[in-house]
T-cell receptor
Framework: DQQVKQNSPSLSVQEGRISILNCDYT??????FLWYKKYPAEGPTFLIS?????DKNEDGRFTVFLNKSAKHLSLHIVPSQPGDSAVYFC????????????FGKGTHLIIQP | DVKVTQSSRYLVKRTGEKVFLECVQD?????MFWYRQDPGLGLRLIYF???????EKGDIPEGYSVSREKKERFSLILESASTNQTSMYLC???????????FGQGTRLTVV
């Protein structure tokens, strides 16, 4: 049973516009959420995270929003740039343990010139 | 600068071989992890370790074992490689459960 779901395998956005990547989760024990970016043949790179005590975290062009009641989070990239083309993974961790992250299947973001 | 290093970028091994994938981190992190990434399946946790000589099974441990003799090094072992273990393997480490994990560059393993 998939606990972290990214329902859009791919997303195409024009350069300069906003990219919105969505993620849903089912495990109410998750209390820490992260977004990673991955280029082909490279390891994932950490982008931004949010704790369950917050509903928004911002870092430059990247903002993550968390809606706990809906068990939904989203990553906003504004403005989108060609270098943002990559696969984006949503990840979550349960509170109270040292378990690894649970990842979604990823969304391939394509920035069109 | 944070560094997680995996010993090989690409490996080709034969079915039945014993395969060792090595990972070293230089950040004095307690936690280390092994994931595999497959198209359409995302990243799946194989094993993790939260201390030297400690290990815990992740979601897909079958066919794998791990070793953590030193804090900075975490090895993934394929006891008898099979073609369904052809994948991208990713090592990661984190300071604790409330901080981000840092990933190595990945090892693309092909079992023929």
């Amino acid at each position: 049973d998939q606990q972290v779901k990214q329902n859009s395998p791919s997303l195409s956005v024009q350069e300069g516009r906003i990219s919105i990547l969505n993620c849903d989760y089912t495990n109410s024990m998750f209390d820490y959420f992260l977004w990673y970016k991955k280029y082909p043949a490279e390891g994932p790179t950490f982008l931004i995270s949010i704790s369950s005590i917050k509903d928004k975290n911002e870092d430059g062009r990247f903002t993550v929003f968390l809606n706990k009641s809906a068990k939904h989070l989203s990553l906003h990239i504004v403005p989108s740039q060609p270098g943002d083309s990559a696969v984006y993974f949503c990840a979550a961790r349960e509170g109270g343990g040292a378990d690894g992250l649970t990842f979604g299947k990823g969304t391939h973001l394509i920035i069109q010139p | 600068d944070v560094k997680v290093t995996q010993s090989s970028r690409y490996l080709v091994k034969r079915t039945g071989e014993k395969v060792f994938l090595e990972c070293v981190q230089d950040m004095d992190h307690e936690n280390m992890f092994w994931y595999r990434q497959d198209p359409g399946l995302g990243l799946r946790l194989i094993y993790f370790s939260y201390d030297v000589k400690m290990k815990e099974k992740g979601d897909i441990p079958e066919g794998y074992s791990v070793s953590r003799e030193k804090k900075e090094r975490f090895s993934l072992i394929l006891e008898s490689a099979s073609t369904n273990q052809t994948s991208m393997y990713l090592c990661a480490s984190s300071f604790d459960k409330n901080t981000e994990a840092f990933f190595g560059q990945g090892t693309r393993l092909t079992v023929v």
